[in-house]
């Protein structure tokens, strides 16, 4: 039966197959079925929207269509995550071409499934759209609650904060080395990276956790360190210090990997993008929450990024010209 | 400078062209630039997301990109209007070609712009997400406030009810059939109905007028009045009768254009697609509000359809299938 095609059940009959995979969230009083959703709130909402684009963003050759419904998942989590808010709903707006098997449909929803209970338990999907096109395009767009918090936004780091970061540093680019090098030995020693590329384990309670300790200024490192923390430097008007001391337990982590392809792993932890991890700034003096690493200092001075005593160039990703 | 492409100016620099353009929602404590935007809500809030596919839902040939933002908004706004909620905030996941011009992308967003002030003033885009990809790919997903009311449900519809739309039937199927025709003479003296196809206007601030009325049930028209009625009638265990003399106000406004093609318009009434008119059901003897105009009565019964004595097949729109 699930190696029919979109086109040969259509679309309601494939939606309701893939939507029948999907856990409800907790926060709905209405999940999908009506023309809308309703999701209850207590104050202010935060919403974030994410697309993930066949050949520019991911593979078929190396995401499963789990992988993908779970990466979707928890990248965008992470943009919640980063506003200190606790993800509560998302919508999927899934195109794929109408040659799509409705088995491939289905482990898209349990990829979207999986990445809601272990990342956000109680949040789930409550609504989206099904539709058929040349390439696979997924754009979700995720809620939060911030649960009568202000926001914590790029903005507010000051001279003298503390810089840190939840999650890894640079694990997501090593996999991606790994797929990319085509050695099937390496990749299949280090599947441990190659998995973290394809299925991110962002730390999404811990936006919540660095909110309630007084985070100043927070977000996700989707674009590398060095190209999310001048944002916060643009947009909070400072500069910001690492230290590389601070930065070698992340490099430690990619040393075997990274001799296996011969690279010295440094770029990876400075520019490496999608591994979201949080980084944060809390006001000297903090208890940095437990998960939360210290990596610099914020400083007064026009928006620039210091590694030890150097100006250290951000180096980013720009998904449209690649560069 | 606005003959750069996509793939010149890089996806930072034209998204930032793009949402210069927007005007803020007067809704949202946080808007984009941050990981997520903050919206304010007083209780429960209600989403929807819908996607728009080129060659699939719409043509570059016929519609302008300010007549895609125009419509993406238009549609999704009437599926929040059809819960009985005030839209209140908007994100948007654009896919384009990068070799799409910022001119475009400026048009685009002017339609997005224009769509809220007319339909739905006080909404705005919040947020959203450009990247590139063979074709182009519009998901909205839109935010509304129930205002402490209960959402107006499809499943409500009790038998004595009546059935009464808000908005036009059959128009935006006009349009299309003229925009089909190919007949240039045609399209020029019926732009109205074509310009309607284009760029739909529908009843958005009616949708909270009907829940002050007193709504049982309400969706809008996006598939055409028999398939979205049996929605009706399928979540509320109900069958509804409409009755042709009602309708015959809907068919005048189509008899030009009809005549000019050599059709009967009953057809684009009962069936056609795309006006995202609100029809909702009212309890016996209620004082309908004045956009809405009643075409028929809920009759207790298996889910079915009548039109005057005689079973009315469902004739509807599979985005995938086309059937």
Redesign the interface.
């Known amino acids: 039966m699930n190696d029919q095609t979109?086109?040969e059940l259509?679309?309601?009959e494939?939606l309701r197959r893939t939507v029948a995979r999907l856990s409800p969230s907790t926060h709905a009083?209405?999940g999908s079925?009506?023309?809308?959703?309703?999701?209850?709130?207590e104050?202010?909402?935060?919403?974030?929207?994410?697309?993930l684009?066949?050949n520019?963003?991911f593979k078929l050759a190396w995401s499963s269509a789990f992988d993908l419904g779970y990466k979707a998942v928890a990248t965008n989590l992470?943009?919640?995550a980063?506003?200190g808010?606790k993800p509560t709903?998302l919508?999927?707006?899934l195109?794929v071409p109408?040659s799509t098997k409705i088995s491939w449909l289905e482990g898209f929803a349990d990829g979207l499934d999986a990445a809601c209970k272990a990342l956000a338990p109680g949040a789930g999907v409550?609504?989206?759209?099904?539709?058929?096109?040349?390439?696979i395009?997924v754009?979700v767009?995720v809620?939060?609650s911030?649960e009568a918090r202000a926001?914590i936004?790029?903005s507010g780091a000051k001279p003298g904060d503390i810089v840190a970061v939840a999650g890894t540093l640079g694990k997501s680019a090593c996999g991606l080395a790994l797929l990319e090098s085509d050695n099937k030995d390496l990749i299949s020693s280090y599947d441990d990276w190659v998995s973290y590329h394809l299925r991110p384990e962002p730390p999404i309670q811990q936006g919540v956790e660095a909110a309630l300790a007084g985070a100043s200024s927070?977000?996700?490192i989707s674009d590398g360190l060095s190209q999310d923390l001048i944002r916060i430097c643009k947009?909070s008007n400072v500069s910001i210090k690492i230290f590389s001391k601070d930065l070698q337990g992340f490099e430690a982590m990619l040393e075997l990997p990274a001799l296996g392809l011969g690279v010295d792993p440094k770029s990876w932890v400075l520019h490496g993008g999608e591994d979201h991890a949080l980084v944060a700034t809390f006001p000297e003096g903090s208890t940095l929450p437990k998960a939360f690493k210290a990596i610099g200092v914020v400083v007064s001075g026009e928006p620039a990024l210091y590694l030890d005593d150097k100006t250290l160039e951000p180096q980013g990703w720009?998904?449209?010209?690649g560069?």
């Open positions: 979109l086109a259509g679309e309601i494939s009083l209405v079925g009506d023309d809308a959703a309703v999701i209850v709130s104050g202010s909402f935060v919403v974030s929207t994410d697309t684009i066949e520019h963003d992470a943009d919640i980063a506003m808010a709903a919508v999927v707006a195109v109408n409550v609504g989206g759209d099904l539709a058929s096109g040349e390439q395009v754009s767009t809620h939060g911030l926001p936004l790029r927070m977000l996700d947009a720009d998904s449209v010209t560069r």
